[in-house]
């Protein structure tokens, strides 16, 4: 009886201290998801890789102080070079990556995607028109949170509205970024009855080139110069016409906001209008607040959604695991409010939250416009 009882004592003691172990253990460790970053960190599209990497950073900072399951990212420089964007997405695979965010522009993004879609690879892009991809050659393995062109051209309609513009002379850049904005615009400008007196496309064209051609476009007294160019060409065009006084007005391409907040003098660009979501510049966002804490500059263009990418992914790599779902369908199922917008997957606009304003400069400031719909 004695021997009994010390046997159920020790065993009961046994049980006691295994508990208490099992209590005192550390939880195992965090899920990982491992996503690649194909970015221009150098190159031509720096300026766009670096703000799409600072982005990333910092959500990825956020989402492993208070997330169970943690982001590693793996990031390559492609240098805004298709063929060393192919190098790096193939680096990237060895290493065993979950999905990749980038390439930067279009056409290192399409260099990538025979790639992904043999590999079965998700390739998000936050950073360029979803029209300049070639979607179709990613066999469904490409996302986008990019607006499309035909969003920004939408607020472009409230503007022609407006202002009751009936002329128009079109710059527009000479790739597939200005390619695909010249259709779409030039597409609105005809539904709206606007005939356009002039197309100009920026090949080559340095500040000498424009110093003589800009008063040969100024003689035509167009309603509206049409500026779908890139940020250096814009500067030189609105200044030039600035200095020639012509009397049309400037509607740009969104580049004007990078413009905005880098200019130490800003007068140039008063009353020049384009098409952006006006909370990417509203000073008072959150997410504009972290960004300058962490980098002491402003978000640029892309910088939210390529913020709200890697949320995205991360929501979905946990759906995955709940649900017993590939990463590929719970990216498709997942829903969610981010920093531009609200995202929901679908096949003709993927995750774009399409959410454009009217934007025009006063006293140096961007303000969304209330114009005719």
Not at 98 to 122: E, H, R, Y
Not at 194 to 220: C, G, H, M, Y
Not at 298 to 327: C, I, Q
Request: with cysteine.
């Amino acid at each position: 009886m004695v021997f009994r009882t010390l046997l159920a004592f020790f065993i009961l003691t046994l049980l006691c201290a295994g508990n208490v172990l099992a209590e005192a253990a550390p939880p195992p460790p965090a899920a990982t998801l491992r996503i690649g970053v194909i970015q221009s960190l150098t190159g031509i599209a720096a300026e766009d890789g670096k703000t799409t990497l600072q982005a990333l950073e910092l959500a990825a900072e956020e989402i492993n102080k208070s997330r169970n399951v943690q982001v590693q990212l793996l990031v390559e420089d492609d240098a805004t070079d298709p063929v060393k964007s192919v190098s790096a997405y193939k680096k990237l695979r060895g290493e065993k990556v979950q999905a990749i965010i980038g390439p930067t522009w279009s056409f290192t993004v399409n260099a990538v995607l025979p790639f992904a879609a043999q590999d079965k690879m998700i390739l998000v892009n936050t950073s360029t028109l979803p029209e300049c991809l070639a979607f179709e050659s990613a066999a469904g393995f490409l996302y986008s949170t990019a607006i499309s062109v035909n969003e920004h051209a939408n607020a472009f309609v409230r503007y022609l509205k407006h202002h009751g513009v009936k002329s128009a002379v079109l710059f527009y850049t000479s790739n597939s970024w200005g390619e695909a904005q010249r259709i779409a615009y030039t597409k609105v400008l005809r539904e709206h009855g606007v005939t356009i007196l002039k197309e100009l496309q920026s090949t080559n064209f340095d500040i000498s080139d424009w110093r003589a051609l800009l008063p040969q476009v100024k003689a035509l007294n167009a309603d509206v110069w049409l500026l779908l160019l890139n940020k250096t060409d814009l500067e030189t065009v609105i200044r030039r016409g600035r200095e020639i006084k012509t009397s049309s007005r400037f509607y740009a391409s969104y580049h004007v906001g990078d413009l905005l907040r880098l200019a130490s003098d800003k007068s140039f660009l008063e009353d020049v209008c384009y098409s952006c979501p006006a909370n990417q510049l509203t000073t008072e966002l959150e997410f504009a607040q972290k960004f300058r804490s962490r980098y002491e500059e402003d978000p640029k263009v892309f910088a939210d959604s390529s913020y709200d990418a890697l949320f995205l992914l991360h929501h979905a790599f946990a759906l995955s695991n709940e649900k017993g779902m590939t990463l590929k369908e719970a990216l498709e199922s997942s829903e969610m409010r981010g920093t531009a917008g609200n995202y929901r997957f679908s096949k003709d606009s993927s995750f774009s939250t399409g959410k454009v304003d009217l934007l025009c400069v006063k006293h140096g400031n961007a303000a969304a416009q209330r114009a005719p719909e």
